[in-house]
C-alpha cells in the first residue's frame, strides 16, 4: 500500500498570533507598536494572514503591499489597516522606515467601555489610506508615543497604551468622508449585518436567515443595506464567499472540491460555476494566475 503524503500548510493558510512574530517585551502581548525597521524581514514567510489587527504606517520609503490579491503602492504618509484573517505581502525598499501597530481587540476592550464603537469603527475602515502632512505629523506623533510607553514599561504602560491606540483608531476614522460615516453610524442593521455575515457566510448564503436574525424582512434588510453600504444584502454575502474563495485557491494547498464544501457548497460543479460567473475565471485558472504571480 502506498504510504500516504501530506502536504504541508501554506503560510497564508495558517493565522498567525501576536505571539509568532517575537514577545518583544519577554510575557504574552496583547498591543504592540513597533518601528517598521526591525519588522522589514518578517519572522514568518509571506504572504501570511494574521489574527489581529495590523496597522503598517509609512513614513519614508517605496515599494508595494498586496492585501487580499489589490496591490498598492507604498508611499510616504500612507497607512495600511489589515484585520484578521486578510492575506497581504510586502515588497519594501530597505531604507523604509515607519511604525507596526498591532493589537488584540479584546485587549482594547479590557481598557475601554467604548468597545462597541471601536469595533464599528474597524468594520469601517478601508485597506489603505493616504494622509496630508499635518494630519500626519499628529498621527505619528500619538503612535510614537504609545510605542514608548510599551517600551519603558512604567505602571499603567497597558491601559495608556491602549488609550493611545484607540485615539489612533478614532483619527484614522476622520479621515473617511463623512458621507460615509453618517451612514453607516446611523444604520445599527449594517453594523449587526455585517458581524453576522462574517460569522456565518461558510454556512448561511441566503439573505433569508441574516434577516430572520436580524428581525426584518429580506426585502426590507436589502433595501436598508443598499441606502447604508450602496450594495444589497445578497452581493454583500455573495462577495464575502468569494473573497474567502480567491483567499483559499490563491494561498491554500486544498483541493477545489474541500473549498467548496468549507464554504458551505454542497455541489463543487455549483461552486465552480458561481465563481467563473463573479470573476470571469475558473477555480483552476484562477488558481494557476495566482501561481505564476
Not at 258 to 282: H, M, V, W
Request: hydrophobic share 35%; aromatic share 12%; glycine share 4%.
Amino acid at each position: 500500500m502506498a504510504q500516504k503524503t501530506h502536504n504541508k500548510p501554506k503560510s497564508s493558510d495558517i493565522r498567525y498570533p501576536m505571539q509568532a512574530f517575537g514577545n518583544l517585551l519577554g510575557h504574552i502581548e496583547k498591543i504592540r507598536v513597533n518601528q517598521l525597521e526591525h519588522r522589514l524581514t518578517p519572522k514568518v514567510p509571506f504572504p501570511h494572514k494574521h489574527d489581529f489587527y495590523h496597522i503598517l504606517i509609512i513614513t519614508k520609503g517605496k515599494g508595494s503591499h498586496e492585501v487580499d490579491f489589490t496591490k498598492y503602492p507604498v508611499l510616504p504618509h500612507t497607512i495600511f489597516i489589515l484585520k484578521p484573517g486578510q492575506i497581504h505581502s510586502w515588497t519594501l525598499d530597505p531604507n523604509t522606515t515607519g511604525y507596526v501597530v498591532e493589537f488584540e481587540l479584546p485587549a482594547i476592550q479590557n481598557s475601554l467601555q467604548q468597545f462597541n464603537v471601536l469595533e464599528n469603527i474597524l468594520l469601517t475602515l478601508p485597506d489603505h489610506l493616504r494622509y496630508r502632512y499635518d494630519d500626519w505629523k499628529e498621527l505619528l506623533t500619538l503612535v510614537e508615543s504609545a510605542r514608548l510607553e510599551l517600551h519603558k514599561q512604567e505602571e499603567g504602560y497597558e491601559a495608556l497604551a491602549c488609550f493611545k491606540v484607540a485615539e489612533l483608531l478614532f483619527l484614522i476614522y476622520r479621515r473617511i468622508p463623512k458621507t460615509i460615516r453618517q451612514r453607516f453610524k446611523q444604520d445599527d442593521y449594517a453594523q449587526q449585518f455585517l458581524r453576522l455575515v462574517e460569522d456565518n457566510f461558510t454556512s448561511h448564503h441566503q439573505i433569508e436567515f441574516y434577516a430572520q436574525k436580524l428581525g426584518v424582512t429580506a426585502k426590507a434588510l436589502s433595501m436598508r443595506l443598499s441606502r447604508s453600504l450602496n450594495l444589497p444584502a445578497r452581493t454583500i454575502i455573495q462577495n464575502r464567499c468569494l473573497l474567502e474563495a480567491k483567499r483559499l485557491l490563491g494561498y491554500s494547498n486544498k483541493s477545489i472540491n474541500q473549498i467548496s464544501y468549507a464554504l458551505g457548497f454542497e455541489d463543487p460543479n455549483y461552486f465552480s460555476r458561481f465563481f467563473k460567473k463573479a470573476t470571469g475565471q475558473t477555480p483552476v485558472s484562477f488558481r494557476q494566475k495566482i501561481k505564476k504571480s
